[in-house]
């Protein structure tokens, strides 16, 4: 316990300073886990309004591969990652690999299938509403997606929130493709990591609660978006 | 170009490994405002979506235009429209409700937005344009419903139930839009429960008793001198099963 007490002043020191290498290693990790959850929602969002409202064989298994790698182990999507983006990879020649570039690569790998999984869900059920509707309009499916997902796009915030989430808390796959290279590519679960196994314990709870911190904050943007929304929208 | 009359051959509907529609061959030509009635269960909202295409007949087609009219599904489900007991509305302001059908039928920005306006207006529902469309009530919602059906300048307007569970102001601002869109030129076929309001608006009545049609009349032949026992009953409130 007296580690936990410790982790809570220096926190608090950390912020209250405005420690420069802690804000670098925040800034980071909130740039690369945005432009990640950024890259993701541009195609894990229609990607899921599509598999909702098509009807192709194989749309069950689709929705099985989906649902399955929202769990992807990001060890192995770090590993997969590092693999394309080395020298000898296939795109090895965009050298990127050690650098943020490769880390939002590698989290938006993570974080799409997520986005996509949800927004399905989301996306279906709303289809089923409107499905009669659309039919009556003459609706294609394709114009549907658009509007399937402008519709939800409240409750789609969730899933967006949700991957940033999972990319902002993720270590395995950063540190692989990133290599928590100090002042390059070190984030927070990087440095809790390093510095756990430094013995540093009181600085990595620090920045555990920081993260901790950052998606309290991140979920209650998307709670308050939403009944903002339920207000406003019904 | 038009699409009238519609004519039904022998269509019959099932599901569930049940008779819904059991075999309806029928005409309904442009004109007279047409009111389907019959108890719960008599088939009156399959027809209407099987009509307007929204449910495949089992058996028999649904033929629209008369004896080689040739024409394409694009121009026969362009000159329908259809509103639905619980409206369908998007999360969207009211007239973006209205402008987003006439965007999917391919109209441009000004013309849409005029367009929808103006069907708004028609309705007594322009003052609420800039509101969004899922926090009106009830009644406001089905005029919303009903104005962007109107916009679509539909041939022939299929409502089902279109004033149930409105109070008595409202169910009279929705029957004098469909009066309205009437006038204007578009044949109507609506559902009701409520005799009260097929009275009033109705201009012939095809009474449905087990998916079947029982009786075709002029509204005051059926409501004064109803020939099938079924319509008696009916009208005389008992239960028929």
Redesign the interface.
């Known amino acids: 316990m007296n580690e936990f007490s410790d982790a809570v002043v220096t926190a608090g020191r950390l912020i209250a300073t405005w420690d420069r290498d802690l804000a670098e290693i925040i800034g980071l990790s909130m740039r690369v886990s945005l432009s990640a959850v950024f890259f993701a929602a541009i195609v894990g969002l229609p990607l899921g309004a599509a598999v909702a409202v098509f009807r192709f064989p194989g749309r069950g298994i689709v929705t099985a591969v989906l649902n399955a790698f929202m769990g992807l182990p990001p060890v192995v999507v770090g590993l997969a990652v590092y693999l394309l983006l080395s020298r000898a990879g296939p795109l090895g020649s965009l050298g990127i690999l050690f650098t943020p570039a490769a880390m939002v690569v590698a989290q938006c790998v993570l974080v799409t299938p997520l986005i996509a999984a949800l927004s399905r869900q989301t996306v279906e059920d709303l289809h089923a509403e409107y499905a009669e509707q659309f039919r009556s309009l003459g609706v294609s499916p394709l114009r549907a997606i658009p509007t399937l997902l402008w519709d939800g796009r409240y409750s789609l915030s969730t899933a967006v929130f949700a991957g940033f989430g999972r990319a902002v808390a993720e270590v395995g796959a950063v540190i692989i493709v990133g290599g928590n290279i100090n002042h390059v590519t070190r984030v927070m679960t990087t440095t809790i990591a390093l510095e756990t196994s430094k013995g540093n314990l009181a600085l990595a709870l620090a920045l555990g609660l920081v993260l901790l911190a950052v998606s309290l904050a991140a979920n209650m943007a998307a709670l308050s978006v939403q009944d903002w929304a339920r207000k406003a929208y019904a | 170009m038009t699409v009238l009359p519609l004519h039904l051959n022998g269509v019959g509907y099932d599901a569930g490994g049940k008779r819904l529609i059991d075999e309806i061959s029928h005409g309904f030509d442009r004109g007279p405002l047409t009111m389907v009635l019959g108890a719960n269960g008599a088939g009156k909202s399959l027809l209407l979506r099987l009509c ?3 449910l495949k007949p089992t058996r028999g087609a649904v033929r629209w235009g008369g004896n080689g009219a040739g024409l394409n599904d ?1 121009q026969i ?2 000159a ?3 509103v ?1 007991q619980q409206p ?1 509305l ?3 302001s009211v007239l973006a409700n209205v402008t ?2 006439l965007a ?2 391919g109209l441009g920005r000004k013309a849409r937005t005029a367009a929808a306006l103006a069907a708004l207006e028609r309705v007594g529902m322009a003052g609420h344009a800039a509101r ?1 469309a ?2 009106l009530s009830g009644g406001e919602k089905q005029r919303l419903a009903l104005a962007r059906a109107w916009a ?1 300048e539909p041939e022939i307007l299929f409502l089902d139930e279109p004033a149930a569970n409105l109070d008595p102001a409202a169910t009279r601002a929705v029957e004098d839009a469909i009066a309205g869109i009437h006038r204007a030129g578009t044949k109507i076929v609506m559902t009701t429960h409520d005799l009260g309001q097929a009275r009033r608006l109705a201009d012939e009545v095809v009474f449905l008793h087990h998916g079947r049609v029982v009786e075709h009349a002029a509204a005051s032949t059926f409501f004064d001198q109803p020939t099938s026992p079924e319509a008696d009953a009916f009208l005389k409130g008992e239960l028929l099963w």
């Open positions: 307007h295409g929204l694009t489900r362009r329908q429209a259809m639905f369908v998007l999360r969207r987003y059908a999917v039928r969004p899922r926090v679509l």
